[in-house]
């Protein structure tokens, strides 16, 4: 098959959870198919990662966008407002990115165009080739968590108004689709409130077990470990809880406690925190595995989320034992107390992980059986074969039709 996938980020180096999942699929379609790629230039390294993508054999092309992405200033809000779209997907209109769409459509042949979630999902276009809408989460969902968890009346008042951007936006942009992919049941359940007669297809996030492998040689005793982009406002909001509800609470059974929080663009209040004893903030690093590797206990304490969190199944594949809050779990239907521990109060969080630490044996069991259910169900080589049969799955129902 012909596949153009537009995505307004190049998905390599694979720096964050949207970007380890398209980077992924993408390695997965071009084994079967020919694919053409199209992204925005949003970061310096982009240029590189699309000639990383070029030698996977994609056709990878990137628009230039200037001197940087429009900031999220008052002119975006007006633009959001007036074209009547998220502030976040109104950052990325951006007309030489329509362009370059529109001349690759008129020059080539496509048998399915693939947008990576409403950001790229705003240039739809009624173009003849079926289109899939892939999500890696249900947006209004995140938005709703997050005026629930804040106190303050102005930022509950903005997470509240794209709260119902996002609701309108899942409405009215999934309809207009083919098929939408979503990463869990959940998900599914909650999109199909909004678009009931949409067709949609589970294609879940997932972990290459063969570069994800367990070293425990490199394990050190009473340490933790978050990953994640950390201007990421639910990770901010997930490692600040941890600082203050449940860490307090682990070291004082466990005095030399440290907790690596992994991830770039550390937000001031978490670079703030590395000034506390036994806290390590570390900003983007090179290679994530050998900090998940020094990890006794691997910590989600989310409270704000959506989708399936592919950090959870990167540090199942290393072996580790994982105590995660429900939201953190969400979607991927692990075993409490055998593939994962779930605890969402923080005395109850607290003393799984002081029990973890003390107790060898039981997180070396807990990471097994972890590491063989990732084997199992989240090996991204059976992820893709998921996502190539739903577009088979497309194109020959568009066929139907048009006999």
């Not at 890696?136 to 968590?145: A, E, G, M, P």
């Not at 951007?165 to 939408?180: G, H, K, L, P």
């Not at 005793?221 to 307090?248: C, H, K, R």
């Not at 939201?327 to 055998?338: F, R, T």
Request: hydrophobic share 40%; charged share 25%; aromatic share 8%.
């Amino acid at each position: 098959m012909r596949i153009l996938y537009l995505s307004v980020t190049v998905p390599f180096p694979p720096t964050d959870g949207g970007r380890i999942r398209v980077l992924n699929l993408l390695k997965q379609i071009a084994k079967k198919n020919q694919v053409t790629f199209l992204s925005l230039e949003t970061t310096p390294t982009d240029d590189e990662g699309i000639e990383y993508l070029r030698r996977l054999g994609i056709d990878a092309h990137l628009v230039p966008l200037g001197p940087s992405l429009p900031p999220l200033d008052l002119r975006t809000v007006a633009r959001s407002f007036f074209k009547r779209k998220p502030i976040t997907v109104a950052r990325y209109d951006l007309p030489a990115f329509g362009r370059k769409f529109h001349s690759l459509l008129q020059n080539n042949t496509f048998d399915l165009i693939h947008y990576a979630m409403f950001h790229a999902a705003q240039y739809h276009v009624n173009t003849h080739p079926p289109t899939l809408l892939s999500q890696h989460n249900v947006d209004s969902r995140i938005w709703q968590r997050l005026c629930e968890q804040t106190a303050n009346p102005l930022r509950r008042f903005i997470f509240w108004t794209q709260k119902r951007a996002f609701e309108r936006y899942e409405r009215v942009m999934s309809s207009r689709f083919d098929a939408v992919a979503v990463v869990s049941e959940i998900d599914r359940a909650l999109l199909r409130e909004h678009c009931p007669d949409l067709t949609i297809g589970v294609v879940p996030n997932g972990v290459d077990i063969e570069l994800y492998q367990p070293n425990p040689a490199l394990e050190e005793e009473a340490t933790l470990i978050y990953t994640g982009s950390m201007d990421w406002q639910p990770n901010e909001d997930a490692v600040l809880y941890f600082a203050e509800e449940i860490f307090p609470r682990v070291q004082a059974n466990h005095p030399d406690l440290r907790f690596y929080v992994v991830g770039k663009s550390p937000t001031p209040r978490v670079q703030k925190l590395a000034q506390r004893p036994g806290f390590i903030v570390t900003g983007g690093v090179e290679d994530i595995k050998p900090y998940i590797a020094r990890a006794a206990v691997y910590v989600v304490p989310l409270r704000i989320g959506g989708g399936t969190r592919l950090k959870i199944l990167e540090a199942l594949a290393m072996e580790k034992a994982v105590v995660s809050t429900s939201v953190g779990e969400e979607g991927l239907n692990l075993v409490h107390g055998e593939e994962i521990m779930i605890a969402d109060e923080p005395v109850h969080f607290a003393d799984i992980v002081s029990r973890l630490i003390t107790d060898k044996q039981m997180r070396q069991r807990i990471g097994r059986r972890g590491r063989r259910r990732v084997e199992a169900d989240y090996d991204w080589k059976q992820i893709g074969g998921k996502l190539q049969r739903l577009y088979e799955g497309i194109t020959k129902r568009q066929g139907k039709t048009r006999m």
